[in-house]
């Protein structure tokens, strides 16, 4: 099924439940990995999917198909998992920096999330980037979109984006050499 069926299915009122199970089984688990890239709690994931998958369902009749379909669904689950973090790091009167610095501890701290040492350490890498460099990176290097498409998503311009991965790579080089 396309894009362009599936938005049409998920616009008709008669077919919405059915496109929207057909999104929901196509995306979530993508969306899952992403969301959890950004706020690593296991919890907190499944809550900010939810929300996601929420927001989607109430506003797929405002997707007027500028972008891709699965390009508007991460931008909203990048906004949603962001929000998350900004009300984290507002209950724990810090930054998202200061709560992404914790992400390393709670996936060691879970046996379901197991990482390789290679993992560990970029993730470790990662998690010492300003938090919108990591985003790029991940979103680029583990998600595999395009920066066109990282753009869209973040609603900033191509060429931040390239700038973001840029520094990003820079950066991540020189931690890895010192881990």
Known sequence: MTEIELTALLKNPQTKTRGFTILFDLYKERLYYHIRSIVANHEATDDVLQNTFIKIYRHIDGFEGKSQLFTWMYRIATNEALNYL??????????????R???????????????????????????????????????????????????????????????????????????LRQL
């Open 86 to 99: 900004k009300i984290e790091a507002k209950h724990q009167q810090g930054t998202i920096d200061s709560v």
């Open 101 to 175: 610095e914790k992400r390393v501890l709670q996936m060691e701290a879970h046996s379901y999330f197991d990482l390789s040492e290679v993992e560990k350490k970029l993730q470790k890498a990662l998690d010492q980037l300003p938090h919108r460099q990591a985003l790029v990176f991940s979103l680029h290097f583990e998600q595999k979109l395009k920066l066109k498409e990282i753009a869209i998503i973040l609603e900033t311009s191509l060429g931040n984006v390239k700038a973001l991965h840029h520094l990003a790579q820079k950066k991540l080089k020189k931690i």
